[in-house]
């Protein structure tokens, strides 16, 4: 049920090419404002994530996927132009401005190959966070200004492929990222422009605070202590949950309480099952608050609701927080009923336009959540990035999506994300990347064992 992630081995990859792509029509020089969500502090940080594509049995194939891509990101940046320029936080408002054109900037795209093939590696199904890097492009924050997005194509022996792509969470979220790589891969397959046109609109979700002497509410405060930390000693697994298991905890849950006809989810049954796990597993104190967070989207909360051509950041953050004591003694239902509760007033536009507010003067005046994090478990859904089409354009669907967060992120985050497409086994289940100390992940692995 559960996958080691596999220690790094001996892999010479050589990196050939390097080049800055620019939209293939003059930009005029501008700058753009982002969102109150898009400038949360939280946000200004890189993900990555690997898509990766078996070769195909072609005899004599003169198509190569850098040359593809390569001309697709060219055509891709016309319509997503904002990629093309430079993330830069203010100092004297804390917000991060976006400026584009006058033929300044562009994307990073770098062409690599393997002296592997791909079946050799699993197709990433096990690799480590360490050699998972040498497949995506660099990209990192910096204080002086920095791109938002780069790519890289490594290929392999077999045919294969990597597409590595890095993206500050600050420019979009998953559900903007989803349809950006789409975007590019059906650019590359040959269509002449994407099938979802892109808007900007981030004044849209921009707060505004009242004004008053009342100071902003930052979430946080110590949580719960933990005998295992701090340390250095982490471990991050991937659990694999099959469907018969989440069908009989879905079963059980509703035996157990009525939810007036409502849908009990997936992301809800298991995150309650494994918010208990991580509580037992980690030796919580007992007396102590322990949270767990969530991201749900508002897309459809606002008035009227955000284009699917928006990219941006569109959700905000729900918390749960109970002693360690209630999650110990609440049944999955009951956990369950407080996760849909959350979900419930978070659709609501006056309680959204209030944390947007919240969020504004947060940010302008540089605020930080306070205290111990030992307790906060945060849950993010990763099953929908990538599907928001086909990314088809010649050489399949990819067989596999290998997320790469920050390590300081990957220990409060537990991601879940699509069943391997690889394991037939799995099809109709999830998979769940969690980070912990490595002494608690014997206990928390016995606690998911105890699903089957």
């Keep these: 049920m559960s996958i080691q992630i596999s220690s790094s081995i001996p892999l010479m990859i050589e990196k050939k090419l390097t080049e800055m792509v620019k ?139 990597i597409l590595g792509m890095a993206m500050s969470h600050a420019m979009c979220d998953g559900y903007g990222e989803g349809h950006i790589m789409c975007a590019l891969t059906e650019l590359a397959g040959g269509k002449k422009k994407p099938t979802v046109t892109p808007v900007w609109e981030r004044e849209r979700l921009v707060g505004r605070p009242e004004e008053n002497d009342k100071a902003p509410f930052v979430p946080g405060g110590d949580t719960a202590a933990s005998p295992y930390l701090p340390t250095d000693d982490w471990v991050t697994e991937k659990i694999n949950i099959k469907a018969e298991s989440i069908k009989k905890l879905k079963e059980a849950t509703l035996k157990e309480c009525d ?69 110990e003694e609440h049944t999955i239902a009951d956990i369950v009923k407080f996760i849909k509760e959350a979900k419930k007033k978070a659709h609501d536009i006056n309680y959204l336009q209030e944390e947007l507010a919240n969020s504004e003067s947060i940010i302008n005046l540089n605020l930080t959540i306070p205290g111990r994090k030992d307790g906060l478990l945060v849950l993010t859904d990763w099953r929908n990035i990538g599907i928001f089409g086909s990314m088809d354009f010649g050489w399949d669907e990819p067989v596999n999506i290998v997320p790469v967060v920050p390590p300081e992120t990957a220990r409060m985050i537990n991601m879940f994300m699509p069943s391997s497409r690889l394991e037939p086994s799995m099809v109709g289940g999830v998979q769940v990347m969690v980070t912990l100390p490595t002494a608690a992940m014997v206990k928390f692995k016995n606690e998911m064992n105890a699903l089957n």
């Design 23 to 161: 939209p293939q029509k003059h930009i005029p020089s501008h700058i753009l404002s982002l969102s109150t969500l898009d400038n949360d502090p939280y946000n200004e940080v890189i993900y990555k994530a690997c898509y990766v594509f078996k070769g195909r049995n072609v005899v004599d194939d003169d198509n190569q996927p850098e040359c593809l891509v390569r001309e697709a990101l060219s055509v891709l940046l016309g319509y997503y132009y904002p990629l093309s320029g430079t993330l830069k936080r203010r100092e004297t408002d804390r917000r991060i401005q976006l400026s584009c054109g006058s033929d300044g900037g562009g994307v990073a795209f770098t062409v690599a190959t393997a002296d592997a093939e791909l079946h050799t590696l699993k197709y990433l199904e096990n690799i480590d966070s360490d050699t998972a890097l040498k497949f995506l492009p660099e990209l990192q924050v910096d204080k002086d200004g920095y791109p938002p997005f780069a790519l890289q194509v490594t290929n392999f022996k077999c045919g294969g492929f």
């Design 259 to 327: 939810f007036s006809n409502e849908t009990v989810t997936t992301f809800e049954v298991i995150g309650a099952y494994m918010w208990k796990s991580r509580v037992k597993a980690l030796s919580l104190d007992r007396d102590g608050v322990t949270v767990l967070g969530f991201s749900i989207g508002i897309r459809n909360v606002v008035n009227p609701p955000l284009p699917d051509g928006y990219y941006g950041n569109a959700y905000i953050d729900m918390y749960v927080p109970l002693t360690v004591k209630e999650v």
